[in-house]
């Protein structure tokens, strides 16, 4: 089962985030958190399917923040390479994409990515709010 959304700013991809720590008992494969000038690509990869209910909630919830995703041929690409496992760097490289995590959601990549261009650009874009 996968979940592909686009959100408006950094802020709700935290949301997604913390939500996701917060349901311990979905079974989370890997999380991939993409950065694009307009806003942020996540893509949820389970481990397994979810009842029915717990699909509904959660399409509800990631409904309410974002859009469901169709990627352009280049991001699609980025997706399938990381998911089999090249490496991150040699992903962004290949496909000029900014990823921010894959894996294991981490707050704190989303945070420091964030702290980081926010401090190159000398201000703070709306979708790094």
């Not at 000038?37 to 990631?62: C, H, N, P, T």
């Not at 690409?77 to 294991?104: F, K, N, T």
């Amino acid at each position: 089962m996968e979940y592909l959304y686009y959100l408006a700013n950094a802020s709700l991809t935290l949301r997604v985030v913390q939500h996701l720590h917060g349901r311990p008992q979905m079974p989370v494969s890997f999380v991939t958190v993409i950065h694009q000038i307009d806003g942020w690509v996540v893509r949820i990869k389970l481990k397994s399917q979810v009842s029915l209910q717990e699909d509904g909630d959660f399409r509800a919830f990631l409904n309410e923040l974002g859009i469901s995703y169709e990627p352009p041929m280049r991001v699609q690409m980025a997706l399938w390479s990381l998911e089999a496992g090249q490496c991150p760097v040699d992903v962004m490289r290949r496909y000029q994409v900014a990823i921010v995590s894959h894996g294991s959601p981490e707050r704190e990549e989303i945070e420091a990515f964030r702290q980081q261009f926010v401090r190159g650009l000398g201000y703070c874009p709306e979708t790094l709010a």
